[in-house]
């Protein structure tokens, strides 16, 4: 199979600027990146992205042209684009004066979406998804060894545009591919397990999640050249962040309605996926309760009395408390970076995450 998007342009698309390339059908993708105001404290933050999503749909154009409609399903289905946002934000956080993002970091925000992306094809095989961002789900569409092709492709071709940024941008990418694969390990290996540690939860949650907007911040401040002490301090800042993101994420299922999520919630306690509020309550005075609602055979009857025990109970508000550590320690990460727009873009995000903390 002749791929028309090689390693060969890829080097080009890092050498002239990125502004030229041909946009994908609809033009500019402002409309569609759904970015937090925070992070839009950086005056050069919409351009960046316009200029990384026509980057983000070259990157995966290919000749044969039903490769290239699968692996541009969901990028076309858009998103909040948050990894590239977050690398683009920690490649301006040691500048005083805005200025466009290099190509570099478009580049390594490319390579990190494309992982991202990949993982989703291959999570939606595993959960036997439907839908995903609205859309028909790859496997649902063109089935299961479609997607898992594609995913694998996705991986390849972020791997592919690493390996033009450097050793170092190469060797973070590959390692946060093996903690993702390791993460989902995890939770597959616990899964209907209510004995599950809360340290094999974290490590989980860190691989599956919190280890890719590490890798985002590590290769948007090595892509732009910042020194070693800072590329350490970003990727703190982003493992932090995303540790304490999952974990609101894992509270906001058992709470919220799918209305209130934009998504279908609940799940976890019907896949066997026991998060932290779950395990908390499992050792606390109803655990044992709690514990006979959680089998393998659970309903959708089951699944609800065993969310309003949780919500009674104290484990909410206990993992609400360590994803408040989590937060409190990536605002704390931050506190060496001057007083510019790309660092007090991160330190808005990190207050609107310890917001959202608090409001939930």
């Known amino acids: ?15 002239f600027p990125v502004v030229g390339f041909a946009a994908p059908t609809g033009g500019t993708y402002s409309a569609c990146v759904s970015m937090s105001a925070s992070l839009s404290i950086l005056p050069t933050l919409e351009a960046d992205l316009d200029r990384f999503e026509c980057a983000l749909h070259n990157s995966v154009k290919t000749d044969l042209d039903f490769l290239t409609d699968v692996a541009q399903h969901l990028i076309a289905a858009g998103g909040k684009r948050v990894r590239p946002g977050f690398a683009i934000a920690c490649a301006a956080s040691t500048s005083n004066v805005p200025q466009p993002a290099s190509d570099k970091v478009i580049m390594g925000g490319v390579a990190v979406e494309l992982v991202h992306q990949g993982s989703l094809y291959h999570d939606d095989v595993m ?27 996705l991986l390849g071709r972020a791997s592919e545009i690493a390996s033009d940024l450097g050793t170092d941008v190469s060797r973070i990418l590959a390692r946060t591919i093996s903690r993702l694969c390791e993460g989902q390990i995890r939770e597959l290996e616990s899964t209907y397990v209510a004995d599950r540690t809360e340290d094999d939860y974290l490590l989980s949650i860190e691989g599956k999640t919190a280890s890719l907007l ?26 932090s962040y995303g540790m304490a ?38 050792t606390g005075p109803r655990g044992g309760e709690l514990r006979a609602l959680l089998t393998k055979g659970i309903s959708a009857d089951e699944r609800d009395q065993a969310r309003e025990l949780i919500r009674s109970g104290t484990g909410l508000q206990e993992s609400l408390a360590e994803a ?17 727009p790309g660092a007090q873009a991160l330190r808005a995000a990190s207050d609107d995450l310890l917001a959202r903390v608090n409001a939930v």
């Open 324 to 340: 408040r550590r989590w937060a409190d320690l990536a605002a704390a990460s931050l506190e060496p970076l001057p007083q510019n």
């Open 1 to 15: 199979m002749a791929i028309g998007r090689n390693s060969t342009n890829v080097t080009n698309a890092i050498q």
């Open 214 to 239: 590490e890798a985002a911040c590590r290769i948007g401040a090595l892509a732009s050249g910042q020194n070693e002490q800072t590329v350490e301090t970003l990727g703190q800042f982003g493992l």
């Open 127 to 153: 959960d036997e998804a439907t839908t995903r961002r609205s859309v028909e789900s790859v496997n649902t569409r063109w089935g299961n060894m479609v997607a898992i092709l594609s995913g694998d492709y």
């Open 245 to 282: 993101f999952q974990i609101v994420d894992d509270i906001l299922d058992l709470t919220s309605t799918a209305e209130e999520a934009g998504k279908p919630t609940g799940n976890d306690l019907l896949e066997g996926n026991y998060t932290l509020p779950v395990l908390r309550e499992l």
